[in-house]
């Protein structure tokens, strides 16, 4: 008799274990069954079957297993019954053990609110409190913008149960730095939704009804023909809006009940996934899908389709209810090539700043609600085509911004020629010989520190294998103070005198920084006061020096995985403050900071071309007299002018913005007059304590 039939199958109804006549094996005679005539009937059953998974947690409404332990296909043929308790039904082991109550079997049921389950993800580096356990929980949860629905301890490692569509949001907070450690995070047993067989079979037998008969190879049939009825592939669109109105799925039965409808829209996606050799296939057979009219006030049923379907460039949520941002899910951090999305319909679509928030969660945004977006309005530009933005974090309440200004190119006022000498010099040198680097520029109360802004927005580098982890070489002299809040870690990582530089500097990986391409590059540099005195401790007014800010990019040069160069690019900003010292060139670096960024390109350094000036045409009209200007009246000072006039009088004097102003409108904008003024006034003691800045 085959286990998988009759009325007292494991899984069945009313009787025993499994229920119904027979018991356990499912046939008369089961093994340690209560309500069959083959079995011992002692009453009526004590409630539902329950099942534990394997971290022992209650877990309610399991599919039924199939019956494998009983060789004799269920029939008993004599003898005591087996071991063991069975809910509902008594083996030898004692009295049958009823289901725990009910706030625990709610929380068994959460693995059915997630279309694949939960997956576990192991955590380390988090403490070892029960206050630091839930801190690294809520650290998570708000980084990751996931749900964790479990969590226990096995000795160090914190194990969480993660919604199966959040996984890769987890993951991806994989050696983030968190107090005085590096938390790392991993999924074992994750397997992407392309990624295996046996999940995809799991899936789609979870579609299957229990009670209509239908196998999983005749769910992958009928799924494959829902499909195949709803792709245009002249328009490369897969329509799937109404899908409760369609006759496929009623016939077979789907949305009879919630399990299946929770997992036909994941299963489809497995078998769509089957259809296509490879993600370019995919990419190229699909690029828009429908999703309208199917009553969403989520995207909780249908986030497989961010994992089949990753890069649409089209997307239509028409007509559904979806009400938030946080509705959304982790589509606001995917379908990074979309280029037109339909929302219409939707509460969301009335909210204050819709269009911009749009715009900046979906960057390649062309059309929204079918209407071509205005981007001189929102004040953003779109990403160039050959380097499509990829998002490094998530940034909360992010306004976009535009410039009253237009970008203009590098500041620089050195009449010494001393920060043009270093620039010229430094970073052949520090990429070739170091050494002498150190010994021209720096000396014993020189200070080095590097700080890794891993959540800057970053654009592709198309042939670049990235590493694994990319930023982990980093992580150990990052003085990132958003990150490290420790002060004996803030001392540790502060580097001072040639002999610290030199070992920090030995443990980087080697670099190449192309000056050549000078377009990448921008740099400022101006002249500043009170810097320390090398030959005069006592001087506490100080000496002048220079500050210098470069912004740039360099590629590693070194072999970090599997013995092969990465040639990873990395953008980066670097502060130094030069000053007078006993060093071989004579100056001196008080300060170097550099903070490395993922590649960000160069757009944001490109001078805004100047405005066309418009074609005045001339208009016939009375001639009028000549103007003949008033002796001794001054031309008109343009506002440019008189900005280039305030800052140099303020670079060159300690007076606050105030006086600054007081004095050359006094003067009546003429620079020379005020600086005369100033020193006049400072000699005489006129000027109060309140004029100079502090």
Not at 6 to 35: A, C, Q
Not at 258 to 281: C, G, H, I, Q, Y
Not at 330 to 337: G, H, I, K, T
Not at 407 to 418: E, Q, R, W
Request: charged content about 20%; overall charge positive.
């Amino acid at each position: 008799m085959n286990t998988r039939q009759g009325g007292g199958g494991r899984g069945g109804g009313s009787g025993g274990r499994g229920g119904g006549p027979g018991g356990r094996g499912g046939g008369p005679g089961g093994r340690g069954g209560r309500g069959g005539p083959g079995g011992i009937n002692r009453g009526p059953p004590r409630g539902p079957r329950s099942t534990r998974d394997r971290d022992g947690d209650l877990e309610m409404g399991a599919r039924p297993l199939p019956a494998t332990r009983s060789r004799t296909s269920g029939i008993h043929k004599g003898g005591p019954p087996p071991r063991g308790h069975a809910n509902g039904g008594r083996g030898r082991g004692g009295p049958a053990r009823p289901p725990l109550p009910g706030p625990r079997n709610i929380r068994a049921n959460i693995k059915a609110q997630s279309p694949f389950g939960l997956v576990e993800v192991k955590v380390t580096g988090w403490g070892d409190t029960q206050a630091d356990r839930d801190d690294v929980i809520a650290f998570l949860e708000d980084r990751a913008d996931c749900k964790v629905k479990k969590s226990r301890l096995t000795g160090k490692v914190l194990i969480l149960s993660i919604p199966y569509e959040e996984v890769t949001s987890i993951l991806a907070q994989d050696n983030t730095e968190y107090r005085n450690s590096y938390l790392v995070i991993t999924a074992p047993k994750y397997i992407p939704i392309d990624g295996g067989d046996d999940k995809a079979e799991k899936t789609i037998q979870a579609v299957t009804s229990r009670d209509s008969g239908v196998k999983t190879s005749e769910t992958i049939e009928i799924l494959g023909r829902v499909l195949t009825s709803r792709y245009n592939a002249d328009a490369k669109l897969l329509d799937l809006s109404r899908l409760a109105d369609d006759p496929i799925l009623q016939q077979a039965g789907f949305f009879q009940l919630s399990s299946t409808k929770s997992k036909m829209f994941p299963a489809m996606m497995l078998v769509a996934d089957k259809r296509f050799a490879s993600a370019e296939d995919k990419r190229n057979a699909v690029q828009s899908v429908s999703l309208a009219y199917n009553g969403l006030s989520n995207i909780n049923t249908v986030s497989a389709l961010s994992l089949s379907f990753p890069d649409l460039k089209n997307l239509s949520l028409e007509g559904n209810s979806i009400a938030t941002w946080a509705d959304l899910g982790s589509w606001r951090f995917r379908f990074r090539d979309l280029e037109q999305l339909v929302l219409s319909g939707n509460p969301i679509a009335n909210l204050p700043g819709y269009a911009e928030e749009c715009v900046r969660k979906w960057p390649r945004l062309v059309m929204l609600d079918n209407v071509v977006i205005d981007r001189a309005k929102i004040g953003t530009a779109p990403p160039s085509s050959d380097e499509p933005p990829k998002a490094a974090g998530i940034v909360h309440n992010s306004q976009i911004t535009g410039f009253p200004l237009g970008i203009k190119p590098g500041f620089t006022t050195d009449s010494a020629d001393v920060a043009s000498t270093f620039l010229g010099q430094f970073f052949s040198k520090y990429d070739n010989d170091k050494e002498a680097l150190l010994n021209a520029y720096y000396d014993e109360t020189s200070v080095f520190t590097i700080s890794a802004n891993t959540l800057a927005p970053r654009v592709q580098q198309v042939g670049v294998k990235i590493p694994p982890k990319p930023w982990e070489v980093y992580y150990t002299f990052s003085r990132n103070l958003s990150r490290v809040h420790n002060l004996e870690v803030m001392a540790r990582k502060y580097n001072q005198g040639i002999t610290q530089i030199r070992k920090t500097w030995r443990d980087l990986p080697r670099t190449h920084h192309d000056i050549s391409k000078i377009e990448n590059w921008v740099y400022d540099y101006w002249p500043v006061e009170g810097l320390p005195d090398p030959n005069d401790p006592s001087n506490i007014a100080g000496v002048g020096g220079m500050m210098v800010m470069i912004h740039g990019d360099f590629q590693e040069t070194e072999a970090t995985v599997n013995g092969q160069s990465t040639g990873v690019r990395r953008s980066f900003d670097r502060t130094f403050t030069l000053g007078p010292g006993k060093t071989a060139s004579g100056v001196r670096v008080v300060n170097d900071m550099l903070v490395l960024r993922p590649y960000g390109g160069a757009d944001a350094w490109k001078p805004t071309p100047d405005p066309v000036p418009p074609v005045v045409v001339a208009v016939p009209q009375q001639q009028a007299p000549p103007v003949v200007p008033v002796p001794g009246q001054p031309a008109p000072i343009s506002e440019e002018t008189k900005q280039a006039m305030l800052v140099q009088l303020w670079q060159n004097t300690q007076l606050t913005e105030q006086y600054v102003m007081m004095c050359l409108e006094e003067a009546g904008w003429d620079l020379a007059k005020a600086f005369a003024s100033y020193e006049m006034a400072q000699a005489q003691g006129l000027l109060p304590p309140d004029a100079f800045r502090s």
